[in-house]
């Protein structure tokens, strides 16, 4: 029993900052995957991705001002992600160009403005902080944060709920019988965006929506209903984060990306196992159906 203190107890007991990397990724992993599930409902998944890299100018012009400090970079990394979409979605209502295109040109403009902003005054070193996060390395500060925002999320789950619902099953539906379609549509991009930035502070800006993404179309293989999707979301995603914090520690490896990983790997045995269950009775279905193929190993 030994080795199994040493291999997945000893690092939180032991270690402080290995206790606040597990408690800032619980912290997110309760906010951002129900989150995420919503996103995957809506068929928003890719829009997620073009967000998290939206957020980087805005966290950039913040660390060019004030250096690494978490406040001006989250100020600016929220701001400059609720423009990007209030951007794109003015885009698509005024000219002949889709949402998703609109979006993919500004966060690829996005993108490369960022690294060119923290490249002025920072370091490699620095951009890859930026980047991909420091989730070993949040401090008190990091932490009120993220627990912030996470309080903030569920309590807007819990009091729009019933409208975000709707707005997913059928948004032109919504806005017919009620005047809330529009707030909430920009009161859920306001809960991307701010969940994006409290997870850059730990998994930097290309990765922290795979926190918010990959638990969330996990969980839709094994659940029906909304309420389960986002319970088993956020019970994948705190596994993911112990799994990948301890195989970073162990092997001495990045965290931020060991913990996505981590989270891939249970995307990838849920779709193999769900291929190999429904590929069974349709294998018996089509030789039932085609009398010359076998049911069995003998003519």
Known sequence: MAWLYDALLSPFIEFGFMRRALLGSVLLSLSACPVGVFLTLRRM??????????ILPGAAVGFLLYGLEIIPMTVGGMVAGLLVALAAGAVSRMTIQKEDASLAAFYLISLALGVLVVSLRGSSVDLMHVLFGTVLALNAEALWLIALVAIATLLALLLFWRALMAECLDSLFLRSVSRLG???????????????????????????????ILPAVTARFWARRTVGMCLLSVLLGIVACISGLLFSFHFSLPSGPAIILAAGVFYLLSTFAVVVKYARPLSRSSRKANPRIPLSGSE
Do not use: E, I, K, R
């Not at 800006?205 to 926190?211: A, K, P």
């Open 182 to 212: 529009p707030p909430v549509h920009f009161l859920f991009l306001g809960l991307v965006v701010l969940n994006l930035v409290a997870g850059y502070q730990a998994l930097g800006t290309l990765l922290s929506v795979g926190l918010m």
């Open 45 to 54: 998944s890719l829009m997620g991705d073009a967000m998290s890299h939206a």
